[in-house]
C-alpha cells in the first residue's frame, strides 16, 4: 500500500476506537494464516523466534505479513490519535 495524499476526517473517540477493533478482527479473520492465530492473537512467523533461526517465506505469506504489519501500523496511528498529549 502506498502513501500519496493525507485525508483529514473527525471522527469522535468512540469511532476510533471501533475502528481500531475492525482493524484488528480484520487482521485476526481475513489477513492472517489460520496457523498464525491463537487465542484471538495473531502471531506472524518470526515476531515469536530469533528472526536469524526463522524460516524464510514464501511469497504469499510474506504479503499477508506486510497487510498484518499495514493494518497494525494503523491501529496504532488512531490509538495515538485518542491518547491525551
Known amino acids: ?3 500519496s495524499a493525507s ?9 476510533v476506537d471501533l475502528l ?4 484488528d478482527s480484520h487482521e485476526y479473520w ?5 496457523s498464525w492465530r491463537n487465542s484471538g492473537y495473531v502471531t506472524v512467523p518470526g515476531e515469536d523466534v530469533d528472526l536469524a533461526s526463522a524460516a524464510p517465506l514464501d511469497e ?3 504479503g ?3 497487510e498484518i504489519l499495514e ?7 488512531l490509538r495515538r490519535a ?4
Open 71 to 77: 493494518a497494525r501500523r494503523l491501529q496504532e496511528l
Open 30 to 34: 481475513q489477513l492472517s494464516n489460520p
Open 1 to 3: 500500500m502506498t502513501q
Open 7 to 15: 485525508v483529514r476526517i473527525e471522527l469522535t473517540p468512540a469511532e
Open 82 to 85: 485518542t491518547r491525551p498529549e
Open 20 to 23: 481500531t477493533e475492525a482493524l
Open 64 to 66: 499477508m505479513v506486510a
Open 60 to 62: 504469499e505469506n510474506r
